[in-house]
């Protein structure tokens, strides 16, 4: 499968700012997703980049550079509900996962 | 409501008794996938399929057994479980198209005694 690397943890405090890193071996596809799984939850979709640049959706934003394989997260105005794993994914036949970063935020 | 729908949400079993977890959504897709989570490894594809019966091997195979005989289902059997086959395992599925999210069912906790 792929190389995909993030952090295995991070901490943060409420309505602070986090960023998510994510590198990983440039495949045939182009793009990378986020998924946001909770503890004990199925993960759910978070965004879907395919070009680079940033896209900004609400809290939640995704930067993609394709040719340098690398993506990160970033997670503004941190709230308690935001404490989950992160999940980077390389899009494919073999959709590829990252072991996820597990975000704690504390009061 | 637009569902992967995953049974059974926790099962304990004893080695080598053949179990089977069913997986069947509703949303017309053609791609699902099977999915073992393990703390620290992260998610690790088992099988996936692209259409009624045409399925393949996904990273960890091995002691796993699949089939899609219909668009809506896909179940996963274990022939002869093992405690390392001991997970939690999520089947998803997504329309076709590489750059399509994915759905997941809600888990199943698996215990091989």
Known sequence: ?107 | EAQVTQNPRYLITVTGKKLTVTCSQNMNHEYMSWYRQDPGLGLRQIYYSMNVEVTDKGDVPEGYKVSRKEKRNFPLILESPSPNQTSLYFCASRQTGADEKLFFGSGTQLSVL
């Open chain 1, 1 to 107: 499968g792929q190389n995909i690397d993030q952090p295995t943890e991070m901490t943060a405090t409420e309505g602070a700012i986090v960023q998510i890193n994510c590198t990983y071996q440039t495949s045939g596809f182009n793009g990378l997703f986020w998924y946001q799984q909770h503890a004990g939850e199925a993960p759910t979709f978070l965004s879907y980049n395919v070009l680079d640049g940033l896209e900004e959706k609400g809290r939640f934003s995704s930067f993609l550079s394709r040719s340098k394989g690398y993506s990160y997260l970033l997670l503004k105005e941190l709230q308690m509900k935001d404490s989950a794993s992160y999940l980077c994914a390389v899009p494919g036949y073999k959709l590829s996962f990252g072991a996820g970063t597990t975000v704690t935020v504390r009061a």
